[in-house]
């Protein structure tokens, strides 16, 4: 499958944009790509589009915190999964963690990091990630996580 076209520049978000009939029926689950780090954000997103995920990337905390509360969120359909880096200029991912219960978006969310001490797992955990990565990323160990969660981004859980 072809991966979907640019986002308007304008746009916080680059990755996806909703089908034109409006009909999301066998579409792709959704990622929300949030990396400062312009090299890991692109093997990232080659990575989780080779997989079979539409991506949408964001390029730092502040665009990440925008688009969530925005609606752009509405505009194009709502992430399936975050993925975010603890470290990035203006907002960190666990900042993010914190508003992401004020918002409309009920995604499981990784956070991924260079610097993965006890305090900071601690602090993904009662903020309610799923898993915190440390980088250098492996993608099997990544692909693996979103593979227990697919089930629930598609609506087959049982």
Excluded at 47 to 52: C, D, I, K, N
């Amino acid at each position: 499958m072809k991966a979907a076209s640019e986002a308007q520049s304008s746009s916080p978000a680059r990755g996806i944009v909703p089908p034109p009939n409006g009909d999301v029926s066998g579409a792709r689950p959704r990622v929300l790509l949030a990396e400062d780090d312009v090299d890991t954000r692109k093997m990232l997103k080659h990575v989780l589009l080779f997989a079979g995920y539409d991506v949408i990337e964001i390029e730092n905390g502040l665009e990440l915190m925008c688009y969530l509360s925005s609606s752009a969120v509405d505009e194009v359909l709502p992430p399936d999964v975050i993925i975010t880096d603890i470290r990035m200029p203006y907002f960190s991912g666990l900042d993010m963690l914190r508003s992401v219960q004020r918002c409309t978006v009920a995604a499981p969310v990784i956070l991924i990091s260079a610097f993965c001490d006890d305090k900071t797992r601690e602090l993904a955990q009662k903020g309610g990630a799923v898993a915190l990565l440390q980088k250098p990323l492996a993608a099997d160990q990544l692909l693996a996580i979103l593979a227990e969660l697919r089930p629930k981004m598609t609506g087959d859980a049982s």
